[in-house]
T-cell receptor, first 110, second 115 residues
């Protein structure tokens, strides 16, 4: 799997948009960008994934640059419950294993 | 959405005993499941890939005789920690892949404490 680089921590004011960046400069053409988050003492929660195009679901938006070397996860209106460690992962299709980096610890501040 | 459960959620056992952890995909069939271990304030570390009807594939450094994995059906995989020791105390998490783009969904985790 390609490696990803994320800032170790970020703060965001409650109600504001949280923009979490991820660099994946060695991503291959068949690899997807996945985002998961892990709230303390729980299993990781799937958020969103994409290949080339920007994606949006009820939880978040995923913006992938045209060269696919970086992406940004956007939580449009952060709440205190969004405080978690966010992992950006690149993974090829199929039943491929997921390799977790260190992620970004997002702290949402009241 | 896809739901993965684990049982038990937490277990305390004596050193030298064996502990079995179950991972179930509740609303989908999972040909492949994965087992992870997470130590405090650390990221998840993949232990093994569990394939239905065949032997598991272990990551380098993971003892296959200590961490027994059985994937007997398309909805159940089990991890047995044999002869557990205090250093095996950790948070064990499983995941399972759905058929659609093989997105992995994770269980809630099992916290093991070996005394």
């Amino acid at each position: 799997d390609a490696k990803t680089t994320q800032p170790p921590s970020m703060d965001c004011a409650e109600g504001r948009a949280a923009n979490l960046p991820c660099n994946h400069s060695t991503i291959s053409g068949n690899e997807y960008v996945y985002w998961y988050r892990q709230i303390h003492s729980q299993g990781p929660q799937y958020i969103i994934h994409g290949l080339k195009n920007n994606e949006t679901n009820e939880m978040a938006s995923l913006i992938i640059t045209e060269d696919r070397k970086s992406s940004t996860l956007i939580l449009p209106h952060a709440t205190l419950r969004d405080t978690a460690v966010y992992y950006c992962i690149v993974k090829a299709g199929g039943y491929q294993k997921v390799t977790f980096g260190t992620g970004t610890k997002l702290q949402v501040i009241p | 959405g896809a739901v993965v459960s684990q049982h038990p959620s937490r277990v305390i056992c004596k050193s030298g005993t064996s502990v079995k952890i179950e991972c179930r995909s509740l609303d989908f069939q999972a040909t492949t499941m994965f087992w992870y271990r997470q130590f405090p304030k650390k990221s998840l570390m993949l232990m093994a890939t569990s394939n239905e009807g065949s032997k598991a594939t272990y990551e380098q450094g993971v003892e296959k005789d200590k961490f027994l994995i059985n994937h007997a059906s398309l909805t159940l995989s089990t991890l047995t920690v044999t002869s557990a020791h205090p250093e095996d105390s950790s948070f064990y998490i499983c995941s399972a892949s759905t058929g659609r783009q093989e997105t992995q969904y994770f269980g809630p985790g099992t916290r093991l404490l070996v005394l």
